[in-house]
């Protein structure tokens, strides 16, 4: 069994920034972050896979604002999000997983975060 602690999120005005972290108790192929706004499914957000060399994935409303990294080695993987928009306000959490699967999927992931929430003001 996996446990996952983020931190971070908050409060921001749009075009601002916040930096999510998550550290993972045990190692894993896959990390990512997804995200959930009221009334909305769950949607992916980045996710790093570790078992292919660091190989990255973004959804396309995230391309170019949003950045994920981390360390294989210490199980940790970060989300700076940059010029966020009130549309990024949403329930944000890590997810891991030690099977292989898309990365972009959430049925891939076994291991959840407790979710940490983001809001962007106009």
């Known amino acids: 069994q996996v446990q996952l602690v983020e931190s971070g999120g908050g409060l921001v005005q749009a075009g601002g920034s916040l930096r999510l972290s998550c550290a993972a108790s045990?190692?894993?192929?896959?990390m990512g972050w997804f995200r959930q706004a009221p009334g909305k499914e769950r949607e992916f957000v980045a996710a790093?896979?570790?078992?292919?060399?660091?190989?990255?994935y973004y959804a396309d409303s995230v391309k170019g604002r949003f950045t994920i990294s981390g360390d294989n080695a210490k199980n940790t993987v970060l989300l700076q999000m940059n010029s966020l928009k009130p549309e990024d306000t949403a329930v944000y959490s890590c997810?891991?997983?030690?099977?292989?699967?898309?990365?972009?999927?959430?049925?891939?992931?076994?291991?959840w975060g407790q979710g940490t929430q983001v809001t962007v003001s106009s």
């Open positions: 997810a891991a997983t030690r099977r292989w699967g898309i990365a972009t999927a959430s049925q891939t992931y076994d291991y």
């Open positions: 045990g190692s894993n192929y896959v």
């Open positions: 790093v896979r570790w078992s292919a060399g660091g190989l990255i």
